[in-house]
């Protein structure tokens, strides 16, 4: 029953309830499947709840959907009309017509826009006391771009804590609002998605916006997206979805107070002239997937706790030195983290070059990649004198045992994961090293890949055969 009353015409709206008409089309209704019914009738638990806990179930709902709650019962009526989140997408309204007839379904599209336009403005107006916490828009090409600048004031002059706009099918045309924006003061989240133009004018001052997503939107170039990044006074969370027609070659990130990025460039082409930006001194955490830049500039990383990092454009890797050497170099800037994932690529880049940057942070190392250079990692494990936790999933190539124990191994190490283990003799023999020498190894895990059970249990047996620097160390194969 509920399921056909919230497909009632939504755009029946009058007042802030359901006009009279559908009241009363959806009361035979009711009462048809009132009459059917042998069983005993549902009790409603959900209207009994707060209403506090019912806002909360509303704000996961699309607007349209919330409001047609209204005629669900006394207590629902009016309760859409005290929301603060509101979620508009004109993608959940009648479409145009799929007949051969171009102006007919022109027509229809223009009903649509016209339908859409009007729901929004009358919610507004229904909810016009209410605070806004959030307003998420979804809206396609018939939705002008002065109709989402006044909806956006709108939010604005409510107070909105949080935006979410995603625009299609306007190609380069939509454009931020004006000043308004810009000098928001309640705002603390923006999530810009879709065609969305910043432009040379996009820049002002938010004075509070803490957190920010761009995600495949326009810029008119590069000094647009540095102006716009550097005019969030106070930003703390970043992450970015580049497009490869972003229209920007170095994307320049500057920001003091940021703790968070992630960033997200992928092209799938192996051919860039692209280059990334950084300057974020109070950076904490970072999250970056990267084929599209090739060359990397890095200027203050001082505070970075964690990094996962994976640059993979593979011809670039192969072919060309001057890419080598600027990943390597901001691998190298990532000495500071306490937590260091590095992806593919950026594990096979090292095997390049002989590390000697000291990663004097560094308690926990993740290797994830189809293969990982024994010589690269082992100069990394002596950079990295107090590293506890190693972590790869790789079969490893050029094994060689150590002229000198690492610093690491002998005194801080006490968990080793190795993956894709193939129960081979070199990699036996690794791990008899390992133990042999890791004095405070407490566990070492090892997953094979591709063994069947009978060498798989042969291969522990004379696992557990070796001796062992640290008697309280757990092994695990599977």
């Known amino acids: 029953m509920v399921k056909n009353i919230l497909r009632l015409p939504f755009w029946q709206i009058k007042s802030g309830f359901v006009s009279p008409s559908a ?28 209403e506090l806990v019912l806002f909360h179930i509303l704000s996961f709902l699309p607007t349209n959907d919330a409001v047609a709650t209204s005629i669900l019962s006394t207590k ?14 004109d993608g959940l309204f009648p479409a145009g017509g799929s007949g051969s007839s171009g102006r007919r379904n022109r027509r229809l599209d223009a009903g649509k826009r016209e339908i859409f336009v009007n729901f929004v403005d009358r919610v507004f107006l ?17 939705c002008g771009q002065n109709h989402i600048n006044n909806w956006i004031r709108t939010a604005i002059g409510r107070g909105v804590e949080e935006l979410d706009l995603t625009t299609y099918g306007h190609g380069l045309d939509y454009r931020l609002p004006g000043s308004s924006l810009f000098i928001c003061k309640t705002l603390v989240a923006l999530n810009l998605s879709g065609d969305v133009m910043i432009n040379e004018t996009s820049s002002g001052s ?30 703390e969370q970043l992450t970015v979805v580049r497009d490869r027609e972003d229209n920007v070659v170095t994307f320049t990130i500057s920001a003091p107070t940021l703790k968070h990025l992630t960033i997200d460039f992928r092209s799938c082409s192996d051919d860039s002239d692209r280059a990334l930006k950084i300057n974020a001194p ?4 970072l999250n970056l997937f990267d084929d599209l830049s090739i060359n990397f500039m890095v200027e203050d990383l ?22 080598r050497d600027s990943v390597v170099g901001f691998l ?18 090292l095997s390049y070059y002989w590390i000697s940057t000291r990663f004097q942070n560094l308690i926990r190392l993740v ?17 990295a004198e107090n590293l506890e936790t190693f972590h790869v999933n790789a079969r490893f190539i050029h094994w060689r045992e150590p002229e000198q124990v690492p610093k690491c191994v002998s005194s801080t190490l006490t968990r080793i994961f190795l993956g894709s283990f193939g129960c081979v003799k070199y990699e036996r023999t690794m791990v008899k090293y390992f133990l042999n020498n890791a004095k405070v190894l407490k566990s070492m895990e090892i997953l094979t890949y591709n063994v069947d059970e009978l060498k798989k249990e042969n291969t522990l047996q004379k696992i557990l055969r070796f001796q062992r620097a640290s008697q309280a160390c757990q092994i695990k194969l599977s």
């Open 23 to 50: 009241a009363e089309n959806s009361e035979p209704k009711r009462q048809k499947l009132s009459n059917e019914s042998t069983t005993e009738p549902a009790i409603d638990m959900i209207s009994d709840l707060p």
């Open 76 to 89: 629902w009526r009016f309760l859409w009309t005290k929301m603060t989140i509101f979620n508009f997408d």
């Open 126 to 142: 229904v909810t016009a006391a209410t605070f806004m916490k959030k307003l998420s828009l979804k809206c396609g090409k018939r």
């Open 206 to 235: 938010f004075p509070n916006l803490k957190i920010l997503y761009l995600t495949s939107v326009k810029y008119q170039s590069d000094d647009s997206v540095r102006k716009f990044i550097s005019s969030c006074l106070v930003l």
């Open 282 to 285: 109070a950076l904490q955490c």
């Open 302 to 323: 001082t505070s970075l706790v964690e990094a996962k990092v994976d640059v993979f454009n593979k011809k670039m890797l192969m072919y060309n030195e001057g890419y």
């Open 332 to 349: 190298m800037s990532l000495h500071n983290a306490k937590i260091l994932c590095l992806r593919y690529h950026s594990v096979e880049v």
């Open 367 to 383: 290797l994830q990649s189809r293969y990982c250079d024994w010589i690269a990692l082992e100069d990394l494990l002596q950079q």
